[in-house]
């Protein structure tokens, strides 16, 4: 069992829609972490929310928006994606503190024709 | 730069103990970290150990650290064939706030054969 709930777990989405990826903690964590994974390949970090503000962007395109509304929920928005943005999209958690290992959710299996 | 690198996969029997090892490039990093992958699933966290330790052994896992070579290895013992998934090792990129940016290796397969 993750304690990182994430949902939906697999979408299916055209070029032209908006939706939304969701993710929930309730493990007190004040950092969370978006994460994209093709397949075959480690994570590639996109985003980190550091007490709810935004701490890093890994130059990620427009298209993709992160929201922080509180300090258990992270979204991530999407809007015009492209074909090979298709990937699993996983959130992470974190407490504060140096080093303090990530704990991930199941993903979101995205989808985009 | 930071580079993680890993054997691409590791095949065993059941019963053997498995080996997986892991080098890094940055001699900064304090923390390293196994993750497990199964299909279809997210990363589950193994097993974390500090750089000044050695080595830790935590149920049928144990880590070794070689920080003068950057060598980190995870021995499975009793390998099961529910052990069967992708293994990431990751350094910890650098932290600040409450944020820990790791950088993930490239993954091995670990088979295990009944």
């Known amino acids: 069992d993750t304690e990182v709930t994430q949902t939906p777990k697999h979408l299916v989405m055209g070029m032209t829609n908006k939706k939304s990826l969701k993710c929930e903690q309730h493990?007190?964590?004040?950092?969370m972490y978006w994460y994209k994974q093709k397949a075959k390949k480690p994570p590639e970090l996109m985003f980190v929310?550091?007490?709810?503000?935004?701490?890093i962007n890994e130059s990620v395109p427009s298209r993709f928006s992160p929201e922080c509304p509180n300090s258990s929920l992270l979204n991530l928005h999407l809007h015009a994606l492209q074909p090979e943005d298709s990937a699993l999209y996983l959130c992470?958690?974190?407490?504060?503190?140096?080093?303090?290992?990530?704990?991930f959710g199941n993903g979101t299996r995205l989808t985009v024709t | 730069g930071e580079d993680v690198e890993q054997s691409l996969f590791l095949s065993v029997r059941e019963g053997d103990s498995s080996v997986i090892n892991c080098t890094y490039t940055?001699?900064?990093?304090?923390?390293l970290y196994w993750y497990k992958q199964e299909p279809g699933a997210g990363l589950q966290l193994l097993t974390y150990?500090?750089?000044?330790?050695d080595m830790k052994q935590d149920q049928r896992l144990t880590v070794l650290l070689n920080k003068k070579d950057k060598h980190l290895s995870l021995r499975i013992a009793d390998t099961q064939t529910g052990d069967s998934a992708i293994y990431f090792c990751?350094?910890?990129?650098?932290?600040?706030?409450?944020?820990?940016?790791?950088?993930f290796g490239t993954g091995t397969l670990l088979a295990v054969q009944p």
């Open positions: 992470a958690s974190s407490q504060a503190g140096g080093g303090s290992p990530l704990h």
């Open positions: 990751a350094e910890s990129g650098g932290y600040g706030g409450a944020t820990n940016k790791l950088i």
């Open positions: 940055d001699s900064s990093s304090t923390y």
């Open positions: 150990i500090f750089s000044n330790m």
């Open positions: 493990m007190g964590h004040r950092a």
């Open positions: 929310y550091s007490y709810e503000k935004l701490s």
